[in-house]
């Protein structure tokens, strides 16, 4: 049995807009492995969270949430374990006043929670970090890599940060992790992109999934009225208001549905707003934040799922809903032709583009041998290409690697 020990680290952990880290993490440990978990932000929505996330939350460090004695204690255990490594972090930390966020408030604070996690990371005698997402967390990890003694990896999804490269320093983060884990080729592509040709050997693929056994094929419905689901935060990124101005062109048209829209955000206030000018109450439906397992609940019960994103790295919502046999419609974006071949095992629509959206939704619902179609082509891929476990152990594999354990 593989007894590598690792840590990860995320903004926000765990979150239930990415259940999925949690999921990758369990799996990991199925696999054998020991895995340590920190998060920058404590998690919020906790109350609706399922039970082994809210106890995976209770086990994970908060390093915003310690007191002022603790933090100052983490950088004198820092300072006297390796004082010239201590210096040399401080002077990385310097730098970020220069380049990146350029921000002395953002410097401190980095500083500071690296001081913070070091110390955790030697009460528990581990030596890698995984961040998830390339954000500032990953500046946080090559501060701590700058001290010595502990390498890091990282997971980019993309697309956000291939807009800012430079703020981000993602090239940075690139060069100084041990490895890279790319969620699709549209990511490996932009990170190249940004990076030395001779670094390209560390990035590698490894997409994320689902596990097929829990998001099993759902049975038939049977809804008198066909059940069109968008699961997703409400922020502008998720495309929800392109959304409903194709339910409003099909609802003109005289077609019978009900959607209904899973996710809390921002945005939230204005689609409602959206619903009712449009006299749309009675069709749409909003549910706020919900935890994994009642999200599940509104797969079963969906004959359509519907994401009409403008930005996405590869989305895990909708490797779910392909996992339970629903057919899925959304946009010809990023990473998702990817996932989904249009009118394979899927439908793909232009980003931005209502009417499109509102046709490859008519077709969908006016024709249930399709339905069937895509429902099933889209489990028979998701089984095939996103099966968590599967992609998991190449984690596992890199892991090694980068430990050095055999």
């Known amino acids: 049995m593989n007894t590598n020990t690792i840590a990860y680290l995320c903004s926000e952990y765990p979150a239930v807009s990415h259940t999925f880290i949690h999921r990758e993490i369990e799996s990991l440990r199925q696999a054998g492995m020991t895995v340590h978990t920190a998060t920058i932000r404590n998690p919020s929505h906790v109350d609706v969270m399922t039970k082994a ?78 961040e998830h997402f390339a954000n500032p967390t990953a500046i946080v990890a090559m501060l701590m890599q700058s001290y010595g003694g502990v390498t890091y990896s990282t997971s980019v999804h993309g697309p956000d940060i291939f807009y ?6 993602l090239a940075e983060k690139i060069s100084s992790a041990r490895f890279v884990r790319c969620i699709s080729h549209y990511c490996q592509s932009q990170i190249m992109r940004i990076s030395e040709a001779h670094e390209w050997g560390k990035l590698h693929i490894v997409r994320c999934g689902v596990d097929p056994e829990l998001f099993d094929a759902r049975r038939d419905p049977g809804n008198d009225v066909p059940e069109l689901l968008c699961v997703g935060r409400l922020v502008p990124a998720k495309g929800q208001h392109i959304l409903l101005q194709a339910c409003r062109q099909l609802r003109k048209e005289g077609l019978k549905f009900h959607l209904t829209l899973v996710g809390d955000g921002p945005d939230r206030r204005s689609l409602e707003q959206f619903v009712a000018v449009n006299g749309l109450e009675s ?18 019960s969906a004959d359509l799922f519907v994401l009409a994103s403008f930005a996405e790295g590869v989305p895990v919502v909708l490797m779910e809903a392909m996992a339970k046999e629903i057919p899925v419609v959304s946009t010809r974006i990023t990473g998702i032709p990817e996932l989904i071949e249009h009118g394979e095992d899927g439908l793909l629509s232009r980003p931005g583009d209502a009417e499109d959206l509102a046709g490859n939704i008519r077709m969908a619902l006016q024709d249930a041998v399709l339905r069937q179609k895509l429902g099933k082509a889209g489990r028979e891929k998701v089984v095939a290409q996103y099966n968590q476990h599967r992609n998991n152990a190449d984690m596992v594999h890199l892991f090694n690697q980068a430990t050095g354990v055999s």
């Open 53 to 130: 996330e809210q106890e995976e939350a209770d086990r994970t460090l908060k390093v915003l949430s310690q007191p002022v004695p603790k933090i100052v204690m983490s950088h004198l255990h820092c300072i006297r374990q390796h004082p010239a490594g201590y210096l040399r972090m401080a002077v990385a930390a310097s730098r970020l006043l220069f380049t990146g966020p350029k921000n002395p408030v953002k410097a401190a604070a980095y500083f500071i929670e690296a001081g913070i996690l070091l110390e955790w990371l030697h009460g528990i005698g581990v030596t890698h970090l995984h």
């Open 283 to 300: 069709m749409v439906t909003f549910t706020g934040a919900l935890g994994q397992d009642r999200v599940r609940r509104y797969y079963d």
């Open 164 to 169: 800012s490269v430079d703020s981000s320093m």
